[in-house]
């Protein structure tokens, strides 16, 4: 058998496995790896003198009922506004570094969000609510957002609900949904 006739059917059977490889690639560890990061979502409430960061939906309920959560971090430091920045964390996070926890990372903005995110700001009696991580920094960085959707005394105890939008985007209808479906508040018909 002469070398061409034998180099053919072998470059022919690595590049037959090169395509099955390709194809056979699943993203599903990706999504699994997005997910650890505890990007999905990010909360924040300001009074008069401090910002609550949180990562975690179940502390943040909580701390809008008691205004207490399982670990309370001051930082040391504070925001432009002068606010001090405090860390509201599960139990599980108190011994984390900062750079492991996301509220922290998402303030400091060296942590990319999950394709599916969701973000509530509260502050001066309003409810910011966002789908996408780069409004909730507009608002932070400019203080008012850019594009509004605003729906009066529709939070859970009457607030007004103002949902961060961009420039041509309609009626935000599937996050209004999801903020109803949070607070459990029927619309009104």
Not at 25 to 39: D, F, G, I, Q, W
Not at 81 to 86: K, R, S, T
């Amino acid at each position: 058998m002469s070398a061409k006739t034998t180099i053919k059917p072998l470059s022919i059977a690595l590049l037959a496995a090169c395509i099955s490889a390709c194809s056979s690639y699943s993203t599903a560890p990706a999504a699994k790896a997005e997910a650890s990061l505890n990007n999905e979502d990010w909360y924040q409430v300001r009074t008069e003198e401090k910002l609550f960061l949180f990562d975690d939906y179940k502390v943040y309920r909580d701390f809008l009922v008691s205004g207490n959560a399982p670990v309370i971090k001051d930082l040391g430091e504070k925001d432009k506004y002068g606010q001090e920045i405090v860390l509201a964390l599960r139990a599980d996070d108190a011994e984390k570094k900062l750079d492991d926890v996301s509220a922290y990372r998402f303030l400091r903005q060296n942590m990319p969000p999950a394709s599916k995110f969701y973000g509530e700001i509260r502050q001066d009696g309003m409810i910011f609510v966002g789908q996408r991580y780069g409004d909730m920094i507009d608002l932070n960085n400019i203080g008012e957002p850019i594009f509004r959707h605003t729906e009066i005394a529709s939070g859970p105890k009457g607030e007004r609900v103002i949902y961060l939008m961009q420039k041509e985007e309609k009626k935000p209808e599937s996050l209004i949904k999801q903020f109803q479906q949070n607070y459990g508040i029927t619309p009104a018909s």
